[in-house]
């Protein structure tokens, strides 16, 4: 069963920035397409960012509404994700959830994964 631990949510003012992170079990992080989904209270989930590394490669995809502003990124030797969130908006108000995609190349945000964290929820406000 893949481990999937998300840290680092808050409450942000308008304009302010939040980094996430998800500690990720070892088979799982060298294995499977990596991916930050988000839910808003009475929303659906959606894919924000994914990331895969195949070969010397590095693959990532973002949703456009957060492209400009999210970058997500990964830390091989400590087996974490993370998500560097800027320019925050309250639209941004969600419950985010580091995820896992099987496959052995990269994936998509509209990939459905097979593994999900518990979730850590980011407010923004004014």
């Known amino acids: 069963q893949a481990q999937l631990m998300e840290s680092g949510g808050g409450s942000v003012q308008i304009g302010g920035s939040l980094r996430l992170s998800c500690t990720v079990g070892?088979?799982?992080?060298?294995?499977?397409?990596l991916a930050w989904f988000r839910q808003a209270s009475g929303g659906e989930r959606e894919g924000v960012a994914t990331?895969?590394?195949?070969?010397?490669?590095?693959?990532?995809d973002y949703a456009r509404s957060v492209e400009d502003r999210f970058t997500i990124s990964k830390d091989n030797a400590k087996n974490t994700l993370y998500l560097e969130m800027n320019s925050l908006k309250p639209e941004d108000t969600a419950m985010y959830f580091c995820?896992?995609?099987?496959?052995?190349?990269?994936?998509?945000?509209?990939?459905?994964?097979?593994?999900w964290g518990q979730g850590t929820q980011v407010t923004v406000s004014s």
């Open positions: 995820a896992a995609v099987r496959t052995s190349l990269r994936c998509w945000i509209r990939d459905v994964p097979d593994y």
């Open positions: 070892e088979h799982t992080y060298n294995n499977y397409c």
């Open positions: 990331i895969r590394s195949v070969g010397r490669a590095t693959y990532t």
